[in-house]
């Protein structure tokens, strides 16, 4: 069968009305950029863009140059198509607004430019992830207050992970969706329709340098997968952790998995509510999980309902085979309600 182009998959979107055109454009500056993006990456040592850039971000984690020049790719990118009101990234502080001399669209495009960025300079797979929201009506200027919308309002969510191929995946909230970009083409080509996660799995993603410090729930969860099938679980488990989300989620849509970044007491005593972002890391991968079947938890709480509270606000992220998800998150209920 003919291979379906990104540009022929959003047409055929377009006419089921389920997007836009001016969602349908978005989503094809958005892929052009990150093509702009993996072909920087692609350079490593020869283009002299590994290493820090010598300054920080708002995180005050110390910004690649990678982090900075991917950043600077998708604002560009979307500053003149008139499809966006503004746009918000975990490399800036506050909205940056579409520039006066360009026409104003009507969604707020969202992303983390390049996820994973530690793990650049080893030559690992690393991603940009992106979330797409309606700007309010009337709102001649978004400011931070109007990206505070709850996950399930996400117009689409999608990532590109920079790995051995560079793949797009995208939701609009009827499918989860892979394209593979074609370098000699120059596409991104529909390798994959409809992903599915399996709903149980025998594998497992986590930071296990951070055990200590988890939560009595967490440490009894994943002691019993460790526990194997000497244990209630009665079966062995596999662990992974890339220490690139985009990586490890990539890995669970395509053979099922369950990935955990949970609240710990070292991030309790930064004051820190998580490790990962809700707005341009979390909402958009529990959309495009919870739409290929699996689910997305902070443990407590579904995911994309949780009411934003700040643009760079973190949260703990269980995500992945549903069966697991819901295990772990019952296992959070029963120690809360042991405390009464
Ligand atoms: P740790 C990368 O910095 C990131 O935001 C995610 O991509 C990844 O899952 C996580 O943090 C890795 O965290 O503590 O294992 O380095």
Redesign the pocket.
Known sequence: MKPISLIQFLIEERRAGRINAELSLLIEVVARACKRIAVAINKGALGGVLGNAGSDNVQGEAQKKLDVISNEILLEANAWGGHLAACASEEMEDPQPIPDMYPKGHHLLLFDPL????NIDVNISVGTIFSVLRSPDGVEEPKAEHFLQPGTTQLAAGYVVYGPATLLVLTFGHGTHEFTLDREVGSFVLSRRNLRIPEETAEFAI?MS?QRHWEAPMQRYIGELLAGQDGPRGKDFNMR?V????A?VHRILSRGGVFF?PLDAKLKAKAQTG??RLMY?ANPMAFIVEQAGGSASTGRARILDLEPTALHQRVPVFLGSKNEVAMAVRYHAEADGAQG
């Open positions: 996820d994973g960025s530690s930071n951070n952790w220490a690139s989300m985009v490890d970044y490790k990962l890391e």
